[in-house]
């Protein structure tokens, strides 16, 4: 599978989030903890938003820790909503269209999971894709045909009933197909304004991710530690594992739950698919 962070707050330099931490993003394309895979090395990418109307998107098909291009990248640019993803491949090629995070308007998109049975039920779901939207999918893998799907239902509009329609779709499709569990996912997407993170999977077996306890309230329980001054009061972090080992700072995203994340609340919700 695939491991990835989003991150919102007051502006921070892309290297902090992706190369400082204990468990960073680059460690983890290498050695996770919680992955299926211990090496996510079939490429990566980073979104962020400046001062234009639609996201950044830096991707390519090396592994993240040998590309020195993302570490020139990322030691100029600051954000206050960072998408960042290191890809395992579930069986579609590497290339640089199927790395995330995917991008439509104002719009950003990633994945950790998989559609079960993706070949034998992909032309189902693709004839589902609004022909306005289909042009759009550059890639061949479930991520992104999922991000189509959500986009047909209205993710811009509202994504956690878009997401809960396009989830329902799948698992409809899967099961006519014979397959028991057809979704497996850990995904999140943001308009630049809110972020909102959902663990589902058909099974009842979620991949792994949390979120960031209150900074200000790890700030006062561990004075001593730089990493915590570096950060602001209100910066969030969704993460598919922690990115270090201090205790009480990663609380676990339940099954079937969505988090949403604006300016400096997080909410959590319940999730279900939504059969059509």
């Not at 990835?4 to 680059?26: F, H, Q």
């Amino acid at each position: 599978m695939c491991r990835w962070i989003a991150y919102s707050g007051s502006p921070v330099r892309l290297e902090d989030l992706l190369y400082k931490p204990e468990n960073s993003l680059i460690v983890q394309s290498k050695r996770a903890q919680l992955g299926v895979e211990t090496t996510n090395g079939d490429g990566f990418g980073v979104g962020w938003y400046g001062d234009r109307a639609t996201p950044g998107v830096y991707r390519d098909t090396q592994p993240a820790w040998q590309d020195d291009n993302l570490r020139e990248v990322t030691a100029q640019v600051t954000s206050r909503r960072v998408f960042a993803h290191v890809r395992a491949t579930t069986g579609t090629a590497v290339q640089r269209t199927n790395c995330h995070p995917f991008r439509h308007g104002r719009l950003l998109w990633m994945h950790n999971g998989a559609i079960a049975g993706f070949p034998l039920i992909k032309r189902d779901l693709v004839l589902a894709v609004d022909p306005e939207l289909y042009p759009g999918i550059e890639g061949s893998t479930d991520s992104e045909v999922l991000f189509y799907l959500a986009l047909t239902m209205g993710l811009e509009h509202d994504p956690p009933a878009a997401i809960a329609q396009a989830v329902g779709f799948v698992e409809q499709v899967g099961q006519r197909h014979g397959i028991a569990y057809p979704v497996q996912l850990a995904v999140a997407t943001t308009d630049g304004d809110t972020t909102w993170a959902f663990r589902y999977s058909s099974e009842g077996r979620s991949r792994s991710l949390f979120h960031s306890a209150d900074i200000s309230t790890l700030r006062a329980q561990y004075p001593d530690n730089p990493e915590l001054h570096e950060l602001s009061d209100d910066a969030r972090l969704v993460v598919s594992e922690p990115l270090g080992s201090l205790r009480g700072a990663w609380r676990e995203v339940p099954e079937s739950t969505y988090l949403t994340t604006h300016d400096d609340v997080e909410e959590t919700h319940p999730f279900a698919p939504v059969a059509r």
